[in-house]
């Protein structure tokens, strides 16, 4: 008979992905850490509307890294720190990159938060002077508007109007506001124009992916289990014993680095941990090495090299021929020149796997259509395809591992690869 799930394993995988989906739980530090990034942003702004005065910061760092997630934190504890002092107008340089653009956002979302009428038809100088004026009355009420920018530098181009308009009304002692520029670029403020950086006040949070130390803190800190919950004490014992055992072993420290030399962000390793917990055995209701394993070489799968396990023969000789070319520092190749590579094998190997012109020319068509090769360029669509220059669209660590995993694939193939 087999063995049912235990109900104390599917809770603790419920609570697990709870804590994976909710940002709050591993973006925001401990309460007594005052050097993490969530803590001096929330220094800056808080400072900001209780001084009453006026400031600009960017957030720096590469997609994936949690500026956007630590700056929601943030402002969703000072929404509750200072209820009714705080507005926060959202632009996106994806959206709002035109200046008329972003100015009537900006009027749209002060009317919608206060309750104002908005006109569709108003002018960029109208829109312009009713957000002036709306940040000297919101000074005056001592309310602070938070202008939140994403994808920063993409405000950066053209005449940059939006930007020298708002940090220039930022100049005024009767303005209250922050302006919080977000971009993965680390040279964002270099983009901007003389006028505009004279009036920035060049402060920047970097979001760094974390090093490997503290990459083990989180995930002790995500995936142990708490010991007030509801779920039985032993049960809990036992869960964490062995999760602790898993996560000082060297082939677990392998699999975490394999898969952070690839991406070290915490928003993917978060990915990372949520299809590896998925894979956890419900009847033991532990998680163990394999889970980690087997969601590594899921994220990790390569199409192209998943492609080359459809190929016939011909077509992987055909492939080695082009990556032998390039390894021989031909950089302009076509089928006629790979065809001279196929026959020198050959000869040189008297391999069986010999086949007419005709046929090496459908395999190279049909590699075309799996877009494993391409042409170099679109000039000779008139020309014939045996003479136009291609090239290869699959690497050689990928070509290598594929022939690999190919159960059929000659040994000489392996052999002209290494």
């Known amino acids: 008979m087999e063995a049912e799930d235990l109900p104390e394993a599917k809770t603790a995988l419920s609570l697990l992905r709870s804590r994976l989906c909710n940002t709050s739980f591993y973006f925001k530090p401990p309460s007594d850490s005052s050097d993490s990034n969530y803590s001096k942003l929330k220094f800056i702004i808080s400072s900001s509307v209780a001084e009453a005065c006026n400031n600009s910061i960017l957030l720096l760092g590469p997609r994936g890294s949690g500026k956007m997630a630590v700056l929601e934190l943030v402002l969703q504890d000072l929404l509750l720190e200072y209820p009714d002092m705080i507005t926060v107008i ?5 959206l709002h990159c035109d200046d008329n653009g972003a100015f009537k956002e900006i009027a749209r979302q002060l009317c919608s938060e206060y309750q104002l009428l908005f006109s569709k038809m108003a002018s960029f100088d109208d829109n312009s002077q009713f957000m002036i004026a709306m940040l000297r009355e919101c000074g005056l009420a001592h309310k602070t508007i ?3 920018l994403d994808e920063f530098d993409l405000f950066a181009q053209g005449k940059q109007r939006l930007l020298y308009s708002l940090l220039d009304a930022m100049q005024s002692v ?3 506001a922050v302006v919080i520029g977000i971009s993965c670029r680390l040279d964002a403020d270099q983009l901007l124009e003389k006028r505009v950086r004279s009036r920035f006040s060049h402060r920047k949070l970097l979001f760094l992916p974390p090093c490997k130390e503290d990459v083990e803190r989180l995930l002790e800190h995500i995936l142990t289990l708490p010991i007030d919950s509801d779920l039985p004490h032993d049960y809990i014992i036992k869960f964490n014993a062995k999760l602790h055992n898993m996560l000082a072993d060297e082939r677990f420290k392998k699999i975490i680095n394999t898969y952070l030399d690839s991406d070290s962000t ?5 990915r ?3 299809c590896a917990i998925s894979k956890m055995n419900l009847k033991s209701g532990m998680l163990t090495l394999e889970n980690f394993e087997h969601a590594l070489s899921n994220i990790q ?3 192209k090299q998943e492609c080359i396990k459809d190929c016939s023969i011909l077509e992987l000789y055909i492939l080695v021929c082009m990556k032998r070319l390039e390894v021989k520092e031909q950089n302009s190749y076509n089928f006629n020149s790979v065809m001279k ?3 020198s094998i050959h000869d040189s190997f008297q ?3 010999y086949y007419s012109r005709s046929v090496c020319l459908r395999a190279f068509e049909h590699l075309l259509q799996r877009e494993l090769i391409c042409f170099t360029d679109n000039r000779g669509n008139n020309q014939s395809i045996e003479f136009r220059p291609v090239k290869l669209l699959i690497s050689s660590p990928e070509l290598h591992l594929g022939l690999k995993a190919y159960r059929s694939c000659p040994v000489i193939l392996q052999k002209l690869m290494n």
């Open 146 to 148: 938070v202008f939140v």
């Open 174 to 176: 009767s303005s209250q």
């Open 341 to 343: 590579e196929y026959k």
């Open 272 to 274: 990372y941990l949520f």
């Open 266 to 270: 915490v928003k993917q390793l978060v």
């Open 90 to 94: 959202r632009l996106s340089g994806l």
């Open 301 to 303: 799968r390569q199409p």
């Open 351 to 353: 391999t069986s796997d």
